[in-house]
């Protein structure tokens, strides 16, 4: 796996935070130490410390100063008040070196992201931030993932292949255009949830014709 020179922060680090996580560090394609998380609940942080052993960092600002690589992992509903606050801190104003911001939220548009970020800056900065959007899926969490991929007109060929080598960590990936975002969301970001129902259907269909639980699921 190619491993990448860059610092990557988490801006909300729940269970699809945790599976870009731990699949970067299995995989080897980024340290420990490359790592940085500010996640506003304090058990999560301190849980994933200790088994991943990567640095937490005071506020959503300090992981935009301080690495190269911004993954928005927060809930759809809190995305707005994320990024104006850190619009209000003029945290994009003051970035003068390149940083890719990749936003892995269900049904957020990247123009969202654009009307925050971009709003004052001239092209030359806005090329310094390109963002990419991504849907990933819940099999990235054993490295069987499959993750769309597009990007906005900021990102050049070489920082889309840079978040292609993070998401290929978790599995597959396919580069797309944002128009098909919400089918890959449909197909392949929700579809695993049906399949897990189909396969508890057949456990208790198992359990129904007498056998335990275990092996319901073994057989299943």
Do not use: W
């Not at 699809?16 to 609940?41: T, Y």
């Not at 892995?104 to 969202?112: E, N, R």
Request: proline content about 3%; some cysteine.
């Amino acid at each position: 796996m190619t491993k990448i020179n860059y610092n990557i922060g988490f801006i909300g680090a729940g269970n699809m935070g945790e599976a870009i996580v731990g699949s970067l560090l299995r995989s080897g394609v980024v340290e420990p130490s490359q790592i940085f998380i500010h996640e506003i609940r304090k058990d999560r942080t301190n849980a994933l410390k200790a088994k991943y052993a990567i640095t937490s960092l005071a506020d959503n600002v300090s992981i935009i100063q301080s690495c190269d690589a911004i993954v928005f992992a927060v809930k759809p509903q809190s995305i707005d008040q994320v990024l104006s606050e850190l619009a209000e801190k003029n945290a994009f104003q003051q970035i003068n070196s390149k940083k890719l911001i990749i936003s892995i939220i269900a049904g957020t548009q990247i123009k969202k992201f654009e009307k925050h970020i971009y709003e004052s800056l001239d092209e030359r900065k806005k090329n310094l931030i390109p963002i990419l959007r991504v849907m990933p899926n819940t099999p990235a969490l054993i490295g069987e993932g499959m993750a769309g991929l597009c990007a906005n007109a900021s990102a050049s060929a070489k920082d889309i292949e840079t978040v292609q080598t993070m998401l290929e960590a978790m599995g597959n990936v396919l580069k797309c255009e944002e128009k098909d975002m919400d089918a890959i969301t449909a197909i392949s970001g929700s579809g695993p949830a049906y399949c897990f129902y189909f396969l508890e259907a057949m456990i208790e269909a198992g359990v129904r014709m007498g056998f335990t639980p275990d092996s319901a699921a073994h057989l299943a």
